[in-house]
């Protein structure tokens, strides 16, 4: 069996993040999560990342762009051959969190209150809106009318991403309204 079949995919997103959290963050990144997983033979390190400090409640908030992925792509690739963690052949994703952002921090679930979220735990999924995270515990109201909320403790949880509800065609024409000139002087 090969080492890309023996590894332990959470410790080492684990070591991931120990070793490029603080150096991303210092070239002005925010390291949402790292998920490793097996593909085309190899592993497949996907890194979520965004700007420091970006606006997750704004949807007008400029994101991490393309240029700046494929930058911290190139120094991703520099420390990640550098600390040699991985023996196997792997490649490297590095991604925007899209609409389904990744939660891993206590302070990720703490401004994803009041929020859509899928939780992946051990015991299989808990979807619903985050109604509070306090120590260590996310409480999460499963739709459907008389659903009792759930106590998930955070230590719990393997996955988690935001899980907006959103109207497409709302979103689209939002979009032609902020293009279209206004007719005003």
């Known amino acids: 069996m090969s ?4 590894i332990d995919t959470r410790q080492a997103a684990a070591r991931v993040i120990a070793l490029l959290e603080p150096e991303l963050a210092t070239a002005g990144y925010d390291l949402l999560d790292v998920r490793i997983f097996r593909g085309g033979g190899r592993l497949q390190v996907r890194l979520y990342l965004d700007l420091a400090g970006a606006d997750r409640q704004d949807p007008d908030a400029d994101g991490i762009t393309l240029d700046q992925c494929a930058a911290a792509s190139r120094t991703v690739g520099m420390l990640l051959e550098e600390a040699d963690l991985f023996s196997a052949q792997y490649v490297i994703e590095v991604s925007s969190p899209g ?5 891993r921090t206590a302070a990720h679930f703490t401004a994803a209150v009041g929020q859509e979220v899928d939780l992946k735990t051990g015991d299989g999924r808990v979807k619903g809106r985050l109604t509070a995270f306090g120590g260590g515990v996310l409480t999460v109201q499963p739709a459907g009318e008389g659903a009792e909320p759930r106590a998930v403790p955070l230590r719990a949880v393997q996955e988690a991403n935001l899980d907006p509800e959103f109207d497409v065609q709302a979103l689209i024409n939002a979009d032609r309204r902020r293009r279209t000139p206004s007719d005003g002087p």
């Open 3 to 6: 080492e890309a079949e023996r």
């Open 99 to 103: 609409i389904r952002r990744p939660l």
